[in-house]
């Protein structure tokens, strides 16, 4: 949706960057690093969004950062744009499973508006330092989101013996299962 609105895949990942981090500040090596583009590109992005008021920039320990500058005018506009793209369930899955191996995703609790055990219970091998940091500082989220990991191995052992905790998961029809490539009876 925002590739509609936004023509350049590198302005989307600036935005992104610094909408939802908006206390952050960045420089141009950091930020190419960070979003795996071209140097020019993201320079030539910076100036522009610099020069519509969103970005400011200042030198500090001779590089130059950027930061967001929270009086602009669509600011909030903006921010909350991203931050509802970005918290769409598909986008969380693909950019979960994006940390790892995941043979499973079970998104239940704060992403269903119910109250269980867990809000997700992912089935694979993840950097759980990426996803805690991925849940806690990029979700608008109303609290810190509860997950637990499992091996496959040990899911299956547990599916097999009918394990409460994870059959009442997998049984409950009110959980999204949006990554599925184990057999979940």
Do not use: W
Not at 57 to 63: H, L, Q
Not at 165 to 174: E, L, Y
């Amino acid at each position: 949706m925002l590739k509609r609105l936004f023509t350049s895949n590198v302005r989307i990942k600036l935005l992104r960057k610094f909408l939802l981090n908006p206390e952050e500040e960045h420089y141009i090596r950091q930020l190419t690093r960070d979003l795996d583009e071209q140097i020019n590109s993201v320079r030539r992005e910076l100036d522009n969004l610099k020069k519509t008021g969103l970005l400011r920039s200042k030198m500090k320990a001779r590089k130059k950062y950027y930061y967001i500058n929270p009086n602009f005018i669509f600011f909030n506009e903006f921010r909350s744009m991203f931050q509802k793209a970005e918290s769409s369930l598909p986008a969380i899955a693909k950019r979960i499973s994006g940390f790892g191996d995941i043979q499973v995703l079970i998104f239940s609790g704060i992403f269903i508006e119910k109250n269980t055990p867990v809000d997700m219970l992912i089935v694979g091998s993840i950097d759980k330092e990426k996803l805690t940091d991925y849940l806690n500082k990029q979700l608008p989220l109303s609290r810190s989101v509860k997950f637990t990991i499992m091996t496959p191995e040990d899911f299956s052992y547990r599916i097999k013996c009918k394990d409460k905790f994870v059959t009442d998961i997998v049984n409950d029809k009110d959980n999204i299962i949006p990554i599925k490539k184990l057999d979940l009876q």
